[in-house]
């Protein structure tokens, strides 16, 4: 049984609210346990877990999240979303933003597989006191 459209609409504003209120368990169980996520910025394959170890800090360096200018697209079999992440980070309290696209399969109501597409520039400001 294919997952319908509406669910998968469902599931991608659970995912991506969850990371804007910083609820990075939420985020993660919205993900299958063996689900593919793929950065374009370094082209590697990550886990859930590190992908949740990523969120986690950058909830913690960025306050304010916001997924701006939502522009989802959902299918059989999974959706797009193209958005721009707002925030302020902690440290010096610079705004920051993200224009992205995000593209995903949505299988038995889980994300197997997320290609996400940033503009490196963009990333770099995120990660700015990363390591601080």
């Given at each position: 049984?294919?997952?319908?459209?509406?669910?998968?609409?469902?599931?991608?504003?659970?995912?991506?609210?969850?990371?804007?209120?910083?609820?990075?368990?939420?985020m993660?169980?919205?993900?299958?346990?063996?689900?593919?996520?793929?950065?374009?910025?370094?082209?590697?394959?990550?886990?859930?877990?590190?992908?949740?170890?990523?969120?986690?800090?950058?909830?913690?360096?960025?306050t304010?999240?916001?997924y701006a200018?939502?522009?989802?697209?959902?299918?059989p079999?999974?959706?797009?979303?193209?958005?721009v992440?707002t925030?302020?980070?902690?440290?010096?309290?610079?705004a920051?933003?993200?224009?992205?696209?995000?593209v995903?399969r949505?299988?038995?109501?889980?994300?197997?597989?997320?290609?996400?597409?940033?503009?490196?520039?963009?990333?770099?400001?995120?990660?700015?006191?990363a390591?601080?």
């Amino acid at each position: 049984m294919t997952d319908s459209v509406q669910s998968i609409e469902t599931l991608a504003k659970r995912f991506f609210d969850a990371i804007e209120a910083g609820d990075i368990a939420a985020m993660r169980a919205s993900l299958a346990d063996d689900a593919a996520i793929w950065h374009n910025t370094d082209e590697l394959v990550v886990t859930p877990d590190q992908t949740a170890q990523t969120l986690t800090g950058m909830v913690q360096r960025i306050t304010d999240i916001h997924y701006a200018d939502r522009r989802l697209t959902a299918f059989p079999g999974g959706f797009v979303q193209q958005h721009v992440l707002t925030g302020k980070r902690r440290h010096d309290g610079v705004a920051v933003r993200l224009p992205c696209a995000i593209v995903c399969r949505v299988e038995g109501g889980l994300i197997t597989r997320l290609d996400e597409y940033f503009d490196s520039a963009h990333v770099a400001t995120f990660r700015k006191f990363a390591t601080s």
